[in-house]
């Protein structure tokens, strides 16, 4: 069991189960959204995730032809979590607004063409230029 919340309480939530994937995320988009080099995702199954609290939402059309939809908390902004019409039965958890986050072991590091010098991460892990051409075992 995973438990999260946003920086200001009013959003909390539980994700059961061990992630899919934990992956870091160098994108355009995930530098836009979080502020920093990088986002850090664990993807959970969405009938395994239970929420709390007012979110906000916003949707954009990727390069890849799918739609993306990012949900905060209204009061403060905190990232929780994402979706995306290309794989509708996961959330990406915003890996910092887990309760602990150091619970978590990334496995892979995407869209690496984006990052910066300053960034440095974990060359012993995947690492991908791009998206690569994935999907998750659902085992459902
Ligand atoms: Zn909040
Ligand atoms: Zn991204």
């Not at 920086?7 to 530098?31: L, N, T």
């Not at 949707?59 to 908390?73: I, N, P, R, V």
């Amino acid at each position: 069991m995973f438990k999260g919340s946003c920086r200001c309480g009013r959003v909390k939530y539980e994700a059961s189960g061990e992630p899919i994937v934990v992956a870091h995320c160098h994108c355009i988009d995930c530098q836009k959204r979080s502020g920093a080099g990088h986002t850090t995702g664990a993807m959970f199954l969405e009938k395994n995730f239970i929420l709390q609290g007012a979110l906000s939402k916003f949707s954009a059309l990727s390069e890849e032809g799918k739609t993306t939809t990012h949900y905060f908390c209204t009061e403060c902004g905190s990232p929780i979590y994402g979706k995306n019409t290309k794989m509708p039965k996961v959330v990406t958890l915003s890996a910092g607004t887990l309760e602990e986050p150091n619970k978590l072991n990334p496995e892979v590091t995407i869209f690496s063409k984006n990052k910066n010098h300053w960034d440095r991460m974990d060359n012993s892990i995947e690492t991908y230029d791009d998206m690569p051409d994935w999907k998750p075992k659902l085992g459902e």
